[in-house]
């Protein structure tokens, strides 16, 4: 295997978004603003769900970050990158395919790491959270293996979606759905209505495994959590299939 | 076209169905494990299991520390283990009574006929508060069962529930649902009933909640992961429970016959049916606990006054439409389908009591279709899923030994639950002595003597025990617990204390320990021929007193003052004082006065004379 490629297609991957702020400000900034917002100043040392308000929204901000930067990392990045026709491009050079994929899975997590740095530097700092070295490790892998379900979800949108209506269709999807998984306010204090639904919504099952690794969460067994994520993994490699199938349809008729 | 994709979306899907399937949020539970087992460790070899869902033909059991460590045919004893021999003779999970109303010693009086646990339905709030912290700080046992409780019920103004004398919130409207289901749950409810009942199905009108308030009551409960049952009495007001989402209804109704679909619907809803066949068959006019209390194995160990309350029952209300018949067939219907029936008594209301009754229901549930085996479920598996309770209803190993060991065979013939050889609660074995006899009682009555705290427990020599009692029923915040203490007075072994603090909150703020003269408590027993009460008191130097409750007095107790110093002193108290005779006697209280703070002060030698 070619593993200069890979890696040096991760390189400039993650050195592309750094320099785009559209994905690398708005990405990092709006969870941990969030989190300032919900989790320190109005949540704080309350009690949720067994821990603290400010440690509970750890964990589910965490995922919000991950979420986001795997969704928009895929969703917009492969839209804009399809309209510009440099998949085609790419096609053209030695560079193995999936490299491209990889690149960008390794760009998801990583911006994911840096969120989830930053996220629990700024709860244990200003947010009282006290999370023993284990949990926060545990905390950690969780989330950033977590983020794949939502790179194939973001993958599966960005065959889809056009480039320029992207954003527009990721925010569309990706906002209410964090909301109604409990990423923002814990699931428990969602309105009973939005709270049935939360189970359907793959954010939920990611922010659930999170709450597990720190002890809190609703308390279904863990597995049932991975089961359904492998399952929307599934789902969006399955719409990606489709996608690419239509693209190829479309340019070589 | 694009096979690949569709069959991997295909496996999403499936992946999607199966996690979310598998990871459904638990059903709302009453959620907590009770209480940390006693030692105990000991086999039962031989002996016939059923285990709460099934029957095991010959078997041995080891408990170990108070719970079950062993289950099964090949078993083996360790050497040090002591042994029972279960040859001929059937284990059983401590039963679950799964409709009472806990007042003064029913705890005790359930634990006397093998039931460990009771699902209270509605009580004292307070009362039920010290009960449940007792029993999270490892009391109680093995002298009483276990308890969970509603608390506080969900009704109207002037509706059911409200003619018992406690003053309790009631509700009018839906939007005061939600912040009356907090205030439940912060008293400590471990699950939400509310009243439905217009009384209509028994030739009555009551006042009741609205379904809309109904409605709003069952979501609210839901919403906050608490069961919500609901007391219906009609065959209108199951529907309208059912359709609103009810958890489970805790009285089968008897004015109709039950619709066709009525447990399609009841199963659609996954609900639990708690019949109470043995009230309603009170209500009918029938005695039907009669065999009970003449002639069954249990009747040695029940007091007179209980005898006398299984050979009442209800009068027959001209209006009532109430049938024994319709009530059967609705849980026929229901068991048929697979609903989960539980057993529960009622008790004490006329005709019932406290653990016996039980039994009784056990009979009526295998009249209604339920197999032996099932109807034993019914008190033990069935009530243990419906209300998550993990730690019991079962003979599994890590539960907590509460075991019922009968003679013969219960699952061929239900009734020989009757024929109790042991009980063990958290594996401790329960020392269960025969009731004094009506001659031995009338002789404990007869001369007067009501306690001397000289034994290992807080007993009285006659009527329906002692229990603390405080403002807390009429909106308080006072508290109060007793407890044995040595020395007693006039060099006795022991005496009562009685330890709390008056905090202001009710309209007369009280905090102390009460003598139930005849069971069930608040009953008039007549003691005319007793003029004085008399007994020994020394504290803190504060003002207590003593308060009677009376027919003669109504609802309000008449009091005299007396101050408990250092030393012990006697006081005797005049019935004359307190504005009666011994005539109609209901409780005598013994209680801190209105000034605040913390009190201690002990009781001893207490009588009549």
């Not at chain 2, 039962?44 to 460590?69: P, Q, S």
């Not at chain 2, 508060?129 to 002298?143: D, L, M, S």
């Not at chain 2, 404990?444 to 001397?452: Q, V």
């Amino acid at each position: 295997m070619n593993t200069r490629a890979y890696a040096l297609e991760a390189r400039y991957e993650f050195l592309k978004q750094v320099r785009m702020p559209a994905y690398a400000i708005p990405s990092i900034t709006f969870p941990v603003m969030f989190y300032l917002l919900f989790g320190v100043m109005f949540g704080g040392g309350r009690p949720a769900a067994g821990t603290t308000v400010a440690t509970y929204l750890l964990a589910t901000y965490a995922a919000f970050g991950v979420i986001g930067a795997a969704l928009f990392g895929f969703g917009v990045g492969v839209a804009i990158e399809r309209g510009q026709g440099w998949m085609t491009l790419k096609r053209a050079t030695p560079m193995p395919p999936f490299a491209y994929f990889f690149a960008k899975v390794v760009m998801a997590m990583t911006f994911g790491a840096i969120i989830i740095l930053l996220l629990v530097g700024v709860g244990t700092a200003l947010g009282g959270v006290r999370l023993p070295v284990s949990q926060l490790l545990a905390l950690t892998v969780t989330l950033i293996a977590g983020a794949i379900p939502f790179c194939a979800l973001g993958l599966a949108i960005g065959y889809f979606a056009g480039p320029n209506s992207s954003v527009a269709i990721v925010n569309l999807i990706f906002m209410p759905m964090a909301f109604a998984s409990g990423l923002w306010i814990p699931v428990e204090m969602l309105p009973p209505v939005v709270r049935s639904i939360s189970p359907f919504l793959p954010p939920y099952h990611l922010a659930q495994l999170a709450l597990g690794t720190i002890g809190s969460g609703v308390g279904a067994p863990a597995w049932t959590h991975v089961v359904t994520l492998a399952g929307f993994t599934s789902l969006g490699l399955g719409f990606a299939g489709m996608g690419y199938r239509r693209d190829e349809d479309k340019t070589w008729g | 076209m694009h096979t690949k994709s569709l069959m991997i979306v295909t496996l999403g899907l499936a992946l999607i169905a199966a996690g979310l399937v598998a990871g459904r949020p638990p059903a709302p539970t009453a959620g907590e494990t009770l209480q940390p087992p006693p030692s105990g460790t000991f086999a039962i070899r031989d002996v016939r299991v059923f285990d709460g869902e099934r029957v095991l033909g010959k078997a041995t059991v080891i408990v170990r520390d108070g719970r079950i460590a062993a289950v099964g045919a090949d078993v083996k004893i360790p050497a040090d283990v002591p042994v029972v021999s279960g040859e001929g003779r059937t284990l059983l999970p401590g039963l679950i009574d799964s409709h009472v109303h806990t007042f003064g010693n029913a705890l005790q009086r359930a634990l006397a006929s093998g039931v460990t646990t009771v699902l209270d339905m509605f009580t004292d709030q307070g009362q039920a508060a010290r009960w449940r912290a007792e029993q999270r700080a490892g009391g109680g046992t093995p002298g009483r069962a276990d308890l969970l409780s509603a608390g506080t019920l969900v009704t109207a103004p002037k509706g059911h529930g409200t003619q018992f004398g406690l003053p309790i919130p009631t509700i009018t409207s839906p939007t005061e649902a939600e912040a009356f289901v907090d205030a439940r749950i912060a008293e400590g409810s471990d699950y939400i009933k509310i009243v439905y009942e217009e009384g209509d199905a028994y030739g009555l009108s009551l006042p009741s909640i609205s379904g809309a308030t109904l409605g709003a009551a069952i979501a609210a409960a839901k919403a906050r992961k608490k069961l919500a049952v609901v007391h219906v009495g009609s065959r209108r007001a199951a529907d309208a429970a059912v359709a609103a989402g009810a958890s489970g209804l805790v009285h089968i109704f008897g004015d109709e016959a039950p619709s066709n679909d009525f447990a399609q619907r009841v199963k659609a809803a996954r609900m639990f049916v708690i019949p109470t066949l043995s009230v309603i068959e009170s209500v009918t006019g029938v005695a039907g606990g009669a065999d009970i209390a003449n002639a069954s194995p249990l009747a040695e160990f029940l007091t007179p006054d209980e005898r006398a309350a299984l050979n009442a029952s209800f009068p027959k209300r001209a209006g009532t439409k109430v049938t024994l018949q319709y009530a059967t067939a609705a849980v026929r219907q229901l068991h048929a389908v697979g609903i989960p029936i539980l057993a529960g008594s009622d008790a004490p209301n006329t005709g019932t009591i406290h653990g016996a009754t039980l039994h009784r229901e056990l009979e009526l549930l295998t009249r209604a279709g339920l197999s032996p085996i099932a109807a034993l479920g019914a008190a033990t598996s069935a009530p243990a899923d419906a209300f998550g309770l993990t730690d019991r209803g079962r003979i599994a190993v890590g539960r907590r030994a509460d075991l019922v060991l009968v003679g013969g065979d219960p699952t061929a013939d239900v009734t020989a639950t009757r024929n109790i050889v042991e009980i063990w609660k958290g594996g401790a074995r329960l020392d269960r002595k025969p009731a004094p006899t009506e001659a031995a009682l009338a002789e404990a009555t007869a001369s007067g003597r009501i306690s001397d705290f000289d034994g290992p427990d807080i007993t009285a020599e006659f009527g329906g025990g002692w229990q603390i009692s405080t403002d807390t029923m009429f909106g308080g915040a006072s508290e109060a617990t007793m407890q044995l203490v040595r020395p007693g007075a006039a060099g006795s072994t022991g005496a009562l204390e009685i330890t709390g603090a008056i905090t202001p909150g009710a309209p007369f703020p009280w905090a102390g320990a009460m003598f139930f003269p005849a069971s069930p408590p608040m009953s008039p027993a007549n003691l005319s021929k007793f003029t004085e009460i008399v007994f020994h008191a020394r504290g803190d130097g504060r003002e207590y007193q003593v308060m009677v409750f009376s027919t003669a007095l109504g609802n309000t107790p008449a009091t005299q003052p007396f101050t408990a110093g250092a030393e012990w002193k006697q006081f005797v108290m005049p019935l004359k004082g307190f504005g009666v005779d011994g005539a109609g006697l209901r409780g005598i209280l013994f209680s801190a006065g209105a000034d605040q703070g913390s009190f201690r002060f002990a009781i001893d030698q207490v009588r009549l004379r």
